[in-house]
């Protein structure tokens, strides 16, 4: 089973790699074997990157109305995108989990392992940009300094979350927690549940 220190390295390769060229049009390089879990996380923090500086495109408040509609658009389908992949990151834990009997005792979780994944990989961005503020050198040091002090809530948040998911993980293994896999079940990207795409009046 992959460790959280393993989802983290990899997690941030892909922000490194992505930096390397900080466009969000420049096409992913995904140096991992397809469909294993590595290419998916690889593929979910690059695409999580991408968007994160889409999101801040689409705040310019000088954007061209039309390039900001063609923004909403691809962010839309990234979101979606982003919803795929943590599908599939939860199927590998599925495959891993759903032969375990859980004991009798054994409780449900508010969340699948691949969202609460899917959190952990927003999180490296946010600690990633905002040590970026921090050794920003065009800011005074009351910027430098509220900033690392977010950082610092980061850090523990990121240290938490890692160690809140392998203990999750490992109540899977030991039956103390029913493996469940949560769908989202989008509505507004199918054009047969969605009353605007399939032309309810």
Known sequence: MITIQQILNIFNQAIDDYHKYDDVNHPVSNPYEEKTIEWY????????????????????????PVEALALKRRIDKSNQD???????????????FHEVTPLATATLNTESPAWAIDRLSILQLKIYH?????????????????????LNVLLEQNTDLGTAIAQLLEAYKRGEK????????????????????????
């Open 41 to 64: 996380l690889y593929s979910k923090e690059w695409i999580d990157a991408v968007q994160w500086h889409l999101e801040d495109l689409i705040r310019d408040p000088n954007i061209d």
């Open 82 to 96: 982003r919803t795929d992949l943590v599908e599939a990151l939860d199927e590998y834990f599925w495959m891993l």
């Open 130 to 150: 905002m040590k970026a503020e921090v050794e920003r050198t065009d800011v005074g040091e009351e910027h430098k300094a509220k900033c690392q002090a977010k």
């Open 178 to 201: 029913v493996m469940k896999v949560y769908k989202q079940m989008k509505m507004y990207n199918d054009p047969a549940l969605n009353p605007v795409l399939y032309g309810k009046k």
